[in-house]
T-cell receptor, first 118, second 114 residues
């Protein structure tokens, strides 16, 4: 079974530029998550989708970050304009659904995109 | 609100010796707790999870963790470290919202010396 795919794996930009990351979840997974992992810290959830609807975006800096999942499959995360403090690894994860009768489903993580903002 | 604190940012052991990675949690109700491992340039992988069944949880690669409510701890252990265990380890608690949000600790880097 193919895992969660992300691209690009690395990106270097200058501050005030724009950048976009792409994620393709595991086939059949309805829930998709974007996390930000700053160096030396644990991942922090930015946004969670259930199919193409947003479930939680409470920690997404909406003045500069946006995300979409138009067809309920793959997703893009955009930063515009980037700041120095956005340098981090951006992780995408997916799960069958965030909750079923048996409880919450396991999240499977992609390898991440490492963003460096100069 | 739920949170986890990993008590060591860096742990160094020799190959073949026991591993102990410490985690304390804070939760207003019975928590769901996890340990994830992150190898360089690879995705996070679930090691084990506690969801209010047995307090001693066995995971992959010989790791296990014990849920101790009286101590609000969920420490990760392994009897004998392998070189391949060198990685970043995260203690995680599920948040209180009905979205199943995961809240990660700061991480512990495990170094295994030959």
């Amino acid at each position: 079974e193919a895992g969660v795919a992300q691209s690009p794996r690395y990106k270097i930009i200058e501050k005030r530029q724009s950048v976009a990351f792409w994620c393709n979840p595991i086939s059949g997974h309805a829930t998709l998550y974007w996390y930000q992992q700053i160096l030396g810290q644990g991942p922090k959830l930015l946004i969670q989708f259930q199919n193409n609807g947003v479930v939680d975006d409470s920690q997404l800096p909406k003045d500069r970050f946006s995300a979409e999942r138009l067809k309920g499959v793959d997703s893009t995360l955009k930063i515009q304009p980037a700041k120095l403090e956005d340098s981090a690894v951006y992780l995408c994860a997916s799960s069958l659904a965030f909750r079923t009768r048996g409880g919450y489903n396991e999240q499977f993580f992609g390898p991440g995109t490492r963003l460096t903002v100069l | 609100a739920q949170s986890v604190t990993q008590l060591d940012s860096h742990v160094s052991v020799s190959e073949g010796t026991p591993v102990l990675l410490r985690c304390n949690y804070s939760s207003s109700y019975s928590p769901s707790l996890f340990w994830y491992v992150q190898h360089p340039n690879k995705g996070l992988q679930l090691l084990l999870k506690y969801t209010s069944a047995a307090t001693l949880v066995k995971g992959i690669n010989g790791f296990e963790a014990e849920f101790k409510k009286s101590e609000t701890s969920f420490h990760l252990t392994k009897p004998s470290a392998h070189m391949s265990d060198a990685a970043e380890y995260f203690c995680v608690v599920r948040g209180s919202s009905n979205t199943g949000k995961l809240i990660f600790g700061q991480g512990t880097t495990l170094q295994v010396k030959p």
